[in-house]
Each structure stands twice: as structure tokens, then as C-alpha cells.
T-cell receptor, first 113, second 114 residues
Framework: EAQVTQNPRYLITVTGKKLTVTCSQNMNHEYMSWYRQDPGLGLRQIYYSMNVEVTDKGDVPEGYKVSRKEKRNFPLILESPSPNQTSLYFC????????????FGPGTRLLVL | GENVEQHPSTLSVQEGDSAVIKCTYSDSASNYFPWYKQELGKRPQLIIDIRSNVGEKKDQRIAVTLNKTAKHFSLHITETQPEDSAVYFCAASIRPTNAGKSTFGDGTTLTVKP
């Protein structure tokens, strides 16, 4: 089944404790993105990747890191989480620059205490 | 960078009525405009999209119109049904030159009353 998966789905952590949220897609998509969703603020893009080893900042990259070592995986890293990073995070992928439909993962709800 | 404004933030209609959601964008280079629907507790899913070389696109009860001159586009839902209740997001991007970058509106919560 074609899908985007994220792990974990729920996470409670404390300020400063490094964490990684994984994202994987099995559709051979070139493009992958991370978004955060906060009430009233829509979906804000954190980082995106156009292919392996090619990443760029979105609108809200501060406090986040990403890597794209393999085409299927695009982990989101929070080196030192803070309470303002409490949010719902979505990973998304799309096939190419011409096949633009984004397929979203199920979301990861993060609470930073 | 691109800025997308979406209105209204909430919309309540009676079943069978039409609903219209509007978005404006700031970057005249934007050329791809998708609409996503997010049901409660679910992930966003594409429902319709339009490219800048087209003025209108329809898919059954939903349609999108684009006015490039005014830099706005709208989602139209006719004969609304309770299952249309969800949050709707518009977005804008520049394809293919900056295909990875997407800017979303803040969302519209649509409630369809039976």
C-alpha cells in the first residue's frame, strides 16, 4: 500500500531532550516536506527536500534540523526542544516538480514540557 | 516570500447550500494552487488543484476559480452535505522551479448543518 508513515504518533518530552521524528514513504517520491500545524495558523512549512542530500528551509526552520540520506526517509530532528515547539507535525511527499500532489503522513503530536 | 491569506476562518451553512472560500496570494510568480481538506483528527488530503494557465476547474460538486490579475482563487462547494464539514486549506507554490516550497493559508473550518 502506497503511504507516508511517521513515528512516533504521540510524544511527550521535556525541554532540551533531543528527539527525532521519522518519516518514510514507499512511493519513490522525490519531494518531501515537514509542516507544523497550530490552531489558527494553518500548515507552516519547516523544511523541504527535493531529493537525496538536497534540502532547504521553509518558513519556520528555527530549532529544527533535517537530513535526506535516502530517498524514502526524511527525519525531523529537534536538537533542544522547547515548549513553543509543542505542535502537530506532518510529513508530506510528492512525486516530482510536475506531479505536485502532496501526500501527508498521519501526523505526530508533540508535547514539550 | 509568498503570503497566502484565507477567508473566512469559519463558515457555517445549511445542508444543500453553497459554500465559498477565498484565498489571496502575494507572489505573482506562483502558478500552482491546491486545496486540501482535513477532517477532524485526520491528515490533509488534496481535493482539487488549479494551475495558472487555467481559469476554472470542476470536479463534481467542487470547483476552483483563479483570477491571476487580482491574485486570488476560490473554492466553491455546491449542494453541501454534512460530510463536507472539515477544515479546508488553500496553498500556493511555484512549479517546477521552486517545487518544494509551499505556502498554506490559515484554514477555513466549514460546518454543514443538517
Amino acid at each position: 500500500e502506497a503511504q507516508v508513515t511517521q513515528n512516533p504518533r504521540y510524544l511527550i518530552t521535556v525541554t532540551g531532550k533531543k528527539l527525532t521524528v521519522t518519516c518514510s514513504q514507499n512511493m519513490n517520491h522525490e519531494y518531501m516536506s515537514w509542516y507544523r500545524q497550530d490552531p489558527g495558523l494553518g500548515l507552516r512549512q519547516i523544511y523541504y527536500s527535493m531529493n537525496v542530500e538536497v534540502t532547504d528551509k521553509g518558513d519556520v526552520p528555527e530549532g529544527y534540523k533535517v537530513s535526506r540520506k535516502e530517498k524514502r526517509n526524511f527525519p525531523l530532528i529537534l536538537e533542544s526542544p522547547s515548549p513553543n515547539q509543542t505542535s502537530l507535525y506532518f510529513c508530506a511527499s510528492s512525486l516530482s516538480s510536475y506531479q505536485e500532489t502532496q501526500y501527508f503522513g498521519p501526523g505526530t503530536r508533540l508535547l514539550v514540557l | 516570500g509568498e503570503n497566502v491569506e484565507q477567508h473566512p476562518s469559519t463558515l457555517s451553512v445549511q445542508e444543500g447550500d453553497s459554500a465559498v472560500i477565498k484565498c489571496t496570494y502575494s507572489d505573482s510568480a506562483s502558478n500552482y494552487f491546491p486545496w486540501y481538506k482535513q477532517e477532524l483528527g485526520k491528515r490533509p488530503q488534496l481535493i482539487i488543484d488549479i494551475r495558472s494557465n487555467v481559469g476554472e476547474k470542476k470536479d463534481q460538486r467542487i470547483a476552483v476559480t483563479l483570477n491571476k490579475t487580482a491574485k486570488h482563487f476560490s473554492l466553491h462547494i455546491t449542494e453541501t452535505q454534512p460530510e463536507d464539514s472539515a477544515v479546508y486549506f488553500c496553498a500556493a507554490s511555484i512549479r517546477p522551479t521552486n517545487a518544494g516550497k509551499s505556502t498554506f493559508g490559515d484554514g477555513t473550518t466549514l460546518t454543514v448543518k443538517p
